[in-house]
């Protein structure tokens, strides 16, 4: 299992906004059929050092995980993030 692990640091860094990125986030759930699983949350710390939102995916390889890179659900989601993040951190990593 893949576990794809990905934080975001807003454009505009309100609440407003974390939630319609977690909303789209979420949006994919039951979608794609390589996603076993999703989760996204809004950092309630709001230090200096914090990101935004959490997005949290499982896969089952690395192979499955290439498929929902492209796949046609998350496409838009990506184009998404692109015109509202400022920038990004992933880690990717086995369980």
Do not use: W
Not at 17 to 42: P, T, W, Y
Request: glycine share 2%; hydrophobic share 40%.
């Amino acid at each position: 299992m893949i576990k794809h692990i990905v934080m975001y640091r807003l454009k505009d860094r309100t609440r407003q906004n974390a939630d319609a990125l977690c909303e789209k986030f979420m949006s994919m759930q039951g979608k794609i059929e390589v996603l076993r699983h999703i989760e996204a949350g809004v950092d309630e710390v709001r230090s200096d050092r914090s990101f935004d939102v959490v997005l949290v995916c499982r896969f089952d390889s690395m192979e499955d995980m290439e498929i929902y890179k492209t796949h046609p659900v998350h496409l838009p989601v990506m184009a998404y993030v692109r015109e509202v993040v400022e920038k990004s951190h992933s880690v990717d990593f086995i369980e």
